[in-house]
């Protein structure tokens, strides 16, 4: 079955720390990756995506993302999280013409 | 650059009353994604068309029903609306990025409250 987990409900951290989200998939053929954020009623902004060739891939916001095949990961990762990065995250795996399968997302809270 | 357009923004019915969310893709891209984001949530895929035509169906109710029309545009609509239908609708439509690779371009959503 299709599906992404993204392990962690909740995440704390303090601003000037770094970030890693986590997220694992299930897809039966090659998956294109995507991390998506979203404020809170706002709608999903691209944060990166990952569909073929370098496995470290840079996003917008200074984020990147690493897919790791061998244990079906692709975990987003900021060096120094700021005040502003606040939100819900969420991990999304497709097949190109196909639909978009989201994780339950990761709501990042971000202290001063 | 065009984005998707969705209207309305906001949309507040009563239960049992229907409702038309609508979609406009960005120029020239054919096909056209509608995702359920109830609160809390995470986006859940509803139907999608390819060339005016059905090409994929997810966990959509039998009281919705979606078409897309000869200028791509799509509309969902929803009848005998229930308190759970109360979510963010996103639309989405596919084209090809930077990269060349398809990938989906987000609307802004229609926030539909049933009260």
């Known amino acids: 079955a299709q599906s992404v987990t993204q392990p962690d409900i909740h995440i704390t951290v303090s601003e000037g720390a770094s970030l890693e989200l986590r997220c694992n998939y299930s897809?039966?053929?090659?998956?294109?990756l995507f991390w998506y954020v979203q404020s809170p009623g706002q709608g999903l902004q691209l944060l990166l995506k990952y569909f073929s060739g370098d496995t470290l891939v840079q996003g917008i916001k200074g984020f990147e993302a690493e897919f790791k095949r061998s244990q079906s990961s692709f975990n987003l990762r900021k060096p120094s999280v700021h005040w502003s990065d606040a939100a819900e995250y969420f991990c999304a795996v497709s097949g190109g013409y196909n639909k978009l399968i989201f994780g339950a997302g990761t709501r990042l809270a971000v202290h001063p | 650059a065009a984005g998707v357009i969705q209207s309305p923004r906001h949309l507040i019915k009563e239960k049992r009353e229907t409702a038309t969310l609508k979609c406009y893709p960005i120029p020239r891209h054919d096909t056209v994604y509608w995702y359920q984001q109830g609160p809390g949530q995470d986006p859940q895929f509803l139907i999608s068309f390819y060339e005016k035509m059905q090409s994929d169906k997810g966990s959509i109710p039998d009281r919705f029903s979606a078409q897309q029309f000869s200028d791509y545009h799509s509309e969902l609509n929803m009848s005998s609306l229930e308190l759970g239908d109360s979510a963010l609708y996103f639309c989405?439509?596919?084209?090809?990025?930077?990269?060349?690779?398809?990938?989906?371009?987000f609307g802004p959503g229609t926030r539909l409250t049933v009260t």
């Open positions: 989405a439509s596919l084209g090809r990025g930077l990269a060349g690779l398809y990938e989906q371009y």
């Open positions: 897809y039966g053929a090659t998956p294109y």
